[in-house]
């Protein structure tokens, strides 16, 4: 575990003030944070205070260290609103052996429900936008871990193992890596995202950037809720064609099958956590600009005093980025997909002083490499049980990997696009 000083958390204030720029317009080149929705949500640049750490334990451990911090500042809010207070910025690995980090930024700017606070340790209130972002000029593409023909193989390996029983649903992570002209402005992939996916978190930690659709846990003040994604398929832009292929969706044995898992691992997790929770008994159709999802979204009040920091140790992974049996599944993992997925499908979010917040799945994003800022590996996954076909898979892998292309090429999604990107892995 590394930590850096937390002396100049003494004091913090957040306070109100008048509307400024959009959220993402305010961020500068280096050390940008971010979770966006719509529109609102939290922007933070700068480092008070840092931890890194690894391990099975992670969780637990960045909960004490985040207490120890919250402990020793004196607040003063203003607001009193979901974000307002110090807040930390964190992103966790997938396995117990990749770097999670927690960050507390030097400002913080917050805009929810039509009000606009700032939230800082040293004083500065004004709201001005940062210069524009850079593109990144000309992006290469190269395999990552696998090829694609070694991916399919993969999965057809997966699919033998799951019809043999020894194991229900396999989650299976594919890479691409991507190199810039220009060192990568993270501003530029970040509004693009924002605008492409506005239904989607768009968050940035430490070099982690991307839109997920899927929200692992929400807490505030006790209520908690939890989206399930599982069983896609890619649209196709014509609005009949994708009237009937969502109807089709919903009624697909191996994706409701494939979505059931998630429900189930989710609601496991978090029911020893509540008094009451609301599993919905069927999913909804989640439509986005280049994809499809079926969703749950499961609902509940948590009456043993856990912080979001307990109910993620309890939630991760989960069925939708691992498989089930969990314990089994990550076995398989580890034996054949043959990638690092570092902090990809891990929890991203942030914390407040309570414990509570908001942490997503790492998902439809990417990753700046630390010692080369024109270098990043771009991640997809996808779900494997009895009946998956490794090709179809590889074609849900490229949809998948459509937001964070087009966000580095400045390119708008469609789900032309997305037809056209499923058919090549370049």
């Known amino acids: 575990m590394t930590t850096t000083p937390v002396q100049a958390l003494r004091a913090v204030r957040s306070v109100a ?14 050390g940008a944070h971010a979770w966006v929705r719509e529109g609102e949500g939290l922007v933070g640049w700068g480092c008070l205070a840092r931890l890194e750490v690894s391990g099975p334990d992670r969780f637990a451990e960045a909960e004490a260290w985040w207490r120890s911090v919250v402990a020793g500042t004196d607040v003063v809010d203003e607001i009193g609103v979901h974000g307002s207070g110090p807040v ?50 000309a992006v290469r593409y190269a395999d990552g871990s696998r090829t694609a023909p070694e991916w399919v193989a993969v999965v057809a390996e997966a699919v033998r193992r799951i019809e043999a029983g020894q194991v229900g649903k396999v989650v299976l992570a594919r890479d691409v890596e991507a190199r810039t002209d220009q060192p990568l402005d993270l501003r530029w992939p970040l509004h693009r995202l924002a605008t492409d996916y506005p239904q989607c978190w768009t968050f940035c930690v430490d070099g982690l950037l ?26 196709s832009g014509v609005t009949a064609q994708d009237e009937r292929k969502g109807a089709g969706l919903a009624r697909s044995i191996k994706d409701v099958e494939e979505h059931g898992y998630g ?82 499908a891990g929890p991203v979010g942030w914390v407040d002083a309570a414990g509570d917040g908001e942490w997503g799945i790492a998902l439809r994003c990417a990753e700046v490499d630390a010692a080369d800022p024109h270098r990043l590996r771009l991640f997809a996954g996808c779900g494997i049980v009895s009946g998956s076909k490794p090709d179809a898979e590889l074609a849900e892998s490229m949809a998948k990997l459509v937001p964070m292309r087009s966000a580095l090429e400045g390119q708008p999604v469609t789900a032309a696009r997305t037809a056209r990107s499923t058919s090549s892995a370049d």
């Open 88 to 137: 930390a910025f964190g992103s966790f690995s997938f396995a117990d052996g990749g770097s999670s980090v927690l960050v507390v930024p030097e400002v913080v700017v917050g805009h929810r429900d039509g009000q606009w606070w700032v939230t800082t340790a040293t004083g500065g209130t004004s709201l001005t936008a940062a210069a524009p972002a850079q593109p990144p000029g």
């Open 263 to 344: 429900v189930r691992s989710v609601a496991d997790a978090l029911r020893p956590h509540c008094a009451v929770l609301d599993v919905p008994a069927a999913p909804f159709v989640l439509e986005l600009p280049n994809v499809m999802h079926l969703a749950t979204d499961v609902a509940g009040q948590v009456t043993d005093g856990s912080t979001s920091f307990g109910l993620l140790a309890s939630l991760h992974p989960s069925a939708a980025v691992c498989g089930a049996p969990t314990a089994t599944a990550l076995e398989v993992i580890s034996e054949i997909e043959g990638l690092d997925r570092g902090r990809y």
């Open 17 to 30: 003030v008048e509307p400024g720029p959009d959220l993402l317009d305010l961020l500068p080149v280096s």
């Open 210 to 235: 991307g839109a997920t659709p899927e929200m692992l846990v929400r807490l505030e003040r006790g209520a908690v809720t939890s989206r399930v994604l599982a069983g896609t398929l890619a649209r």
